[in-house]
């Protein structure tokens, strides 16, 4: 075979470009198979079900599917550790959990099957980001329970790609095998990926004499600036791409060589978009919690599973010619929403504010108190040695600065406290970017 048919080959045409309505056919198809395996084999499914008045039978439509009641995480901690598998144990191959830090974690499980669908839809997101098999890739997420790396690692594999599995951790080893090894694609989370550009530097390594063509980011929510900086710092072209354990793993959705938002892989999961106060599904285009429905998994199917992310559904037309919806940048989760005096703000908002502004290192965390009844919202963000020991005037002319474009742009009050490089506790996984101390 040749390179280019093994290319042909992940790039699957035929379900990529899938015209819409034969689209939603083959969904509406593998939708009331998934749903006869639910209620026939996971008892949390079949009382949901019949609390709700429902059997698989009354959704005949794509639309129907609104009439089922959600799963939430809660329905998954209920059900610790097995409770929510549609297969017996022995045709269980992987086990993997969230990557939630408290409370018991969430364990999903995978047939050989679903192991080959998910190294197909994680082949099909990497190639789409531009992965060939001439690529060297570097996988910098923890191998583990956590799905980032295998889930990528086996894509890689699939493209026939050469898969360095050096895993997360020991920032100078990682350049060193990157610099040796010639890694041409990277792995890892976008927090990451900026903590690997610092070292760098500091170390006096010209990032554009790596071999480092591509950034395949994802695992935590990430802004276009922070993307615009990665890309000019790293000179790479960096990529998201979404997915959660509870659904899949990484493979859920990913970004074509365009950028417009991440395809979800519509042949194989279900989109909603809702209100996240009330569940009802809202009209195309608007923003809300997302909302997914797998439709092939066989060991850990799950219907309308609450994600938490805030996000924005894309139907109009790709340039690449793939016909699946595509998910804007999440704006995060609802459950990392920060209420501040009643307002709304969200992480990521204030990152774009922060990488706007020259001087502003892509470091910062977000403290928020509550000083009596009140709210308080601290944004400590590092700042270049020559502003942090600046004289006052012109340190406060700064912070004055940044402190009028958080207010116009959040509609609430930050304080903002410039501290030294490096001081900020950096993460070889997913960023922590907010203390709630209230
Ligand atoms: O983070 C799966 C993954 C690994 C995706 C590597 C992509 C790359 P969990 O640990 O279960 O799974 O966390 C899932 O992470 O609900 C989002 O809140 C967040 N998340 C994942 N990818 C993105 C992304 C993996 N590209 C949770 N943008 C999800 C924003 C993301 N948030």
């Not at 959990?97 to 997101?125: E, M």
């Not at 994802?218 to 959660?244: C, F, H, K, Q, V």
């Not at 894309?314 to 340039?319: G, I, N, Q």
Request: aromatic share 8%; proline share 4%.
């Amino acid at each position: 075979m040749t390179q280019s048919e093994i290319t042909n080959n992940i790039w699957d045409r035929s379900n990529e470009c899938m015209p819409r309505e034969q689209l939603e056919k083959l969904q509406l198809d593998r939708l009331q198979k998934t749903l006869r395996l639910v209620n026939d084999h996971v008892p949390c499914y079949k009382n949901k079900f019949s609390d709700h008045n429902i059997s698989p039978e009354d959704v005949k439509s794509l639309e129907e599917l609104s009439k089922l009641p959600f799963t939430t995480k809660e329905d998954l901690r209920l059900n610790y550790p097995y409770g929510m598998f549609a297969v017996p144990m022995r045709e269980v191959v992987r086990i993997h959990s969230s990557s939630g830090t408290t409370g018991k974690p969430t364990v999903v499980g995978y047939t050989r099957n679903d192991l080959n669908i998910w190294t197909q839809l994680a082949a099909r997101f990497m190639t789409a980001a531009g992965v060939t098999p001439d690529d060297i890739v570097h996988i910098a997420f923890g191998y583990g329970l956590f799905t980032g790396a295998f889930g990528l690692h086996y894509g890689a594999e699939e493209i026939g790609a050469s898969v360095i599995p050096i895993s997360s951790g020991n920032t100078d080893k990682q350049i060193m095998i990157m610099q040796d090894y010639r890694s041409s694609a990277l792995v890892c989370t976008p927090s990451y990926a900026l903590t690997l550009a610092d070292r760098m530097e500091k170390r006096g390594i010209d990032q554009h004499k790596l071999a480092l063509k591509v950034g395949l980011f994802g695992g935590e929510p990430w802004s276009e600036e922070m993307r615009r900086e990665i890309e000019e710092r790293l000179g790479i072209i960096a990529t998201d791409n979404y997915g959660l354990s509870e659904v899949m793993g990484p493979g859920v959705a990913g970004e074509c060589q365009f950028k417009r938002g991440m395809h979800i892989f519509e042949d194989h999961f279900i989109a909603e978009i809702i209100d996240p106060e009330t569940g009802v599904v809202l009209p195309r285009g608007s923003v809300g919690e997302l909302v997914l429905t797998s439709i092939t998994k066989e060991a850990f199917p799950i219907i309308r599973y609450r994600t938490r992310d805030i996000t924005q559904l894309d139907y109009s037309a790709c340039p690449c010619g793939r016909t699946h919806v595509r998910m804007l940048k999440t704006m995060g989760r609802s459950d990392d929403m920060l209420i501040i005096k009643g307002v709304n703000v969200f992480p990521t908002q204030i990152e774009e504010v922060l990488f706007q502004v020259e001087g502003c290192q892509p470091h910062y965390q977000l403290i928020v108190e509550r000083a009596g009844t009140m709210d308080t919202l601290e944004v400590q963000v590092e700042v270049n040695e020559d502003i942090f020991f600046d004289e006052m005037k012109k340190q406060r002319a700064f912070v004055d600065k940044l402190e009028k474009r958080l207010l116009s742009v959040l509609g609430v009050g930050a304080k903002v406290k410039l501290v030294e490089p490096s001081t900020i506790t950096r993460h070889e996984g997913k960023a922590k970017r907010v203390i709630d101390k209230r």
